[in-house]
């Protein structure tokens, strides 16, 4: 057998995938939108910490199954196992629809808005924008054909940059400007903030922030001693993510007054402006447009292995699982793409990204939740790894996700009825496709 089909990733890849899955647009643009209720230093800080803790304790859990029950698909293969087959599916269709496909077009439009930042030019009508968009997601669905050491040192590479120059960032922001005089010292009033509503509404765009810290899961088969790697990669990928987070936010804080930050969709350009003035600015827009492509990568990466681990299972999406002489599932990477542009040239994204957003989080609840069933009624089941904190970080991570997505669907009820009516589609489908095998099987 050619020795490329049995090479497989090693820890440092799988973490690479976590880090650049998670590190996206969300941490260069919320900022903005939480400094209107929430005016203390501390209090933002620990909203961040909140946040990477509540998905540190995901991946705690995620380990455990992903140990347990090595498979491609994240919560397709886990809620298939554990609950039944119907709900793997609905989890896997949200996922090959819409989970990945939104947050890639999201990502390459922001990869786009940047790039015509530091070439300083006016894209009223997002033309400009789109066509760069269009043409990175193809580049990278192309490479992402190849075989799978080359997609591994293409990961490693952007999101070794992508680490390096936040980093950077953040020690010249705070060595470089004196400060906006904003105090990260706890006080009455800062540490009675984060109880109350607009702390929890903002809790929900740190984690849309977060969102990816469970991508490793999605890939397992690609991945070499998954039982010990996996484990590993998704607790050391999303707790760098974390400190990376809170340094960051810290630094925009710094560097920029709350009055400049507040509704500002790019706190990141904001940031750059106050430190290197205008031209340096324009160079870290592009510099950032650049570590962006580690984030569609990994999610172009993860989200076709959904889709082949389907095609797998059900006949109807057998289509799905082929796979070219790399043996990469080359069908379902062209098919994320078609869905990928569409989104790009005319979807409106902000109602999308929530939706897609609180939908996942329900799946992700439930996997958590697998984990408590699993236990008890699968005892002897081998586990080469355990939850840390079981059952305290996975009951925590259960209640704070489960209010958050309750205080969501009040905030707006209309998502609640687009997420009903994806579920019956995707129901609909589950039920063609057993029709289907049972026509074929006869």
């Known amino acids: 057998m050619n020795k490329q089909n049995l090479y497989k990733i090693g820890l440092s890849t799988a973490i690479a995938v976590v880090v650049a899955n998670m590190v996206g647009t969300g941490v260069f643009t919320s900022l903005g939108y939480q400094v209107i209720d929430l005016k203390y230093g501390f209090t933002i800080v620990m909203l961040w910490a909140v946040g990477g803790m509540l998905a540190l304790f995901g991946s705690f859990a995620y380990g455990e199954l992903g140990a347990s029950l090595p498979r491609n698909g994240g919560e397709y293969n886990f809620l298939s196992r554990i609950y039944h087959p119907l ?12 989970g990945f496909a939104a947050p890639i077009a999201a990502a390459a439009l922001a990869m786009g808005d940047y790039s015509i930042g530091m070439l300083g030019g006016e894209d009223p009508n997002q033309i400009k924008e789109k066509v760069i968009a269009v043409g990175i997601s193809i580049i990278i669905s192309a490479i992402h054909l190849q075989n799978l050491r080359a997609i591994s040192r293409f990961q490693k590479f952007f999101t070794i940059f992508k680490i390096i120059l936040i ?13 906006s005089q904003i105090s990260f010292a706890p006080t009455k009033q800062s540490i009675n ?20 810290w469970n991508a490793a899961a999605y890939i397992v088969d690609d991945m070499e001693n998954p039982g010990k790697n996996l484990p590993k990669s998704l607790f050391i990928g999303t707790a760098l993510v974390a400190v990376l987070y809170v340094l960051l936010n810290m630094m925009f804080l710094y560097v920029a007054p709350i009055s400049d930050l507040a509704l500002q969709k790019d706190v990141g350009n904001v940031a750059a402006q106050n430190v290197f003035g205008h031209t340096g600015a324009a160079i870290v827009s592009g510099l950032i447009a650049f570590a962006l492509i580690s984030a569609i990568s990994s999610m172009i990466w993860a989200g076709p292995r959904v889709s082949a681990a389907i095609g797998e299972d059900m006949r109807l999406f057998k289509f799905l699982n082929t796979r070219n002489r790399n043996k990469v599932p080359y069908i379902a ?16 994204f902000g109602d ?21 069933v699993l236990r008890i009624r699968e005892p002897k089941l081998e586990r080469p790894y355990k939850a840390w904190g079981y059952p305290v970080t996975p009951a925590i991570y259960l209640i704070l996700t489960g209010w958050m997505i309750v205080f969501f669907l009040k905030m707006k009820p209309g998502i609640l009825l687009a997420i009903l009516l994806t579920l019956i589609l995707g129901s609909g489908m589950y039920f063609l496709s057993k029709y289907f095998d049972k026509r074929k099987s006869k």
């Open 193 to 212: 903030d984060m109880f109350t509503m607009a702390f929890a509404g903002s809790l929900v765009w740190v984690m849309l922030a977060y969102s990816g």
């Open 87 to 98: 709900l793997g599916f609905l989890a896997g269709w949200v996922s090959i629809m819409i």
């Open 167 to 179: 980093i950077v960032l953040i020690i010249l922001g705070f060595t470089l400007t004196d400060g």
């Open 352 to 372: 999308l990204i929530e939706f897609t957003s609180v939908l996942l989080s329900i799946f992700s609840f439930l996997a958590v939740l697998g984990v408590f």
């Open 333 to 348: 990477i062209l098919f994320q793409l078609g869905l990928i542009i569409p989104m790009i040239l005319f979807v409106s």
